[in-house]
């Protein structure tokens, strides 16, 4: 049975279409002192990476944590990343440019992010991206965070074409493992985890950046 041509394109955000690692570790840190809690472990950002907040605050704090204080941790910690961020978090390089070509070579697109919808949105018009993804799944809008694949067989249901004919761009391994268990090809960008690490989780292939990255190469099975 031949496989359908690769015929959408699927973006996560942080770390894909925005450089922003930075302020969230910031935000984790500073979300630490005024909780008084420790982060013990250097590394502890990892535990975060293409998690919904809320399920990345256990890990965080190494604990289990009742549903209403991972609920009231996660928004304050969001609340902080934007007193950071906002006004201050640059796109990818070439990732702008990137989407406003499939964008005008009609190239269905689609945001599938564990960021909460007004977050989203706010990451989106700082980097100059408002409007740029007709179909977008946030947080709340799915029941299992990544790695499970529920976020993108969401998104490829709204675009109304197969998972198999999706393109996901990640930089997260859970990122990478879920779109992999979708059944969806997967550009892997190294902006938060190396190349083996993401071609081990499931990537198709692996980039720094959306330089020389041109739909017409990815799209050929």
Request: hydrophobic letters at 50%.
């Given at each position: 049975?031949?496989?359908?041509?690769r015929?959408?394109?699927?973006?996560?955000?942080?770390?894909v279409?925005?450089?922003?690692?930075?302020f969230h570790?910031?935000?984790?840190?500073?979300?630490?002192?005024?909780?008084?809690?420790a982060?013990?472990d250097?590394?502890?950002?990892?535990q975060?990476?293409g998690?919904?907040?809320e399920?990345a605050?256990?890990?965080?704090?190494?604990?289990?944590?009742?549903p209403?204080?991972?609920?009231?941790?996660?928004?304050?910690?969001?609340?902080?990343?934007?007193?950071?961020?906002?006004?201050?978090?640059?796109?990818?390089?070439?990732?702008?440019?990137?989407?406003?070509?499939l964008?005008?070579r009609?190239?269905?697109?689609a945001l599938?992010?564990?960021?909460?919808?007004?977050?989203?949105?706010?990451?989106l018009?700082g980097?100059?991206?408002?409007?740029?993804?007709?179909?977008?799944?946030t947080a709340?809008q799915?029941?299992h965070?990544?790695?499970?694949?529920e976020?993108?067989?969401?998104?490829?249901?709204?675009?109304?074409?197969?998972?198999?004919?999706?393109?996901?761009?990640?930089?997260?391994?859970?990122?990478?493992?879920?779109a992999h268990?979708?059944?969806?090809?997967?550009?892997?960008l190294?902006?938060?985890?190396g190349?083996v690490?993401?071609r081990?989780?499931?990537?198709?292939?692996?980039?720094?950046?959306f330089?020389?990255?041109t739909?017409?190469?990815?799209?050929?099975?």
């Open positions: 049975m031949t496989a359908p041509s015929q959408a394109a699927v973006f996560d955000m942080d770390g279409l925005v450089n922003n690692a930075r570790r910031e935000a984790w840190r500073r979300l630490a002192r005024e909780e008084g809690f982060l013990t250097p590394e502890f950002w990892r975060a990476i998690r919904p907040v399920e605050v256990p890990r965080i704090l190494g604990r289990p944590v009742p209403a204080e991972a609920a009231r941790l996660a928004a304050r910690k969001t609340a902080l990343y934007h007193e950071l961020a906002d006004g201050h978090a640059a796109p990818v390089p070439g990732v702008v440019e990137f989407v406003r070509a964008a005008a009609g190239v269905p697109r599938a992010t564990s960021a909460v919808a007004d977050s989203a949105a706010r990451i018009e980097v100059g991206l408002a409007g740029a993804f007709p179909v977008q799944v709340g799915v029941r965070g990544k790695p499970d694949p976020v993108y067989l969401t998104v490829a249901a709204r675009l109304g074409v197969p998972a198999a004919a999706c393109i996901v761009f990640e930089d997260a391994v859970v990122g990478v493992e879920a268990r979708a059944g969806m090809a997967v550009v892997g190294t902006t938060a985890h190349g690490e993401l081990d989780a499931g990537a198709t292939w692996t980039a720094p950046d330089t020389g990255l739909w017409a190469a990815l799209k050929s099975p």
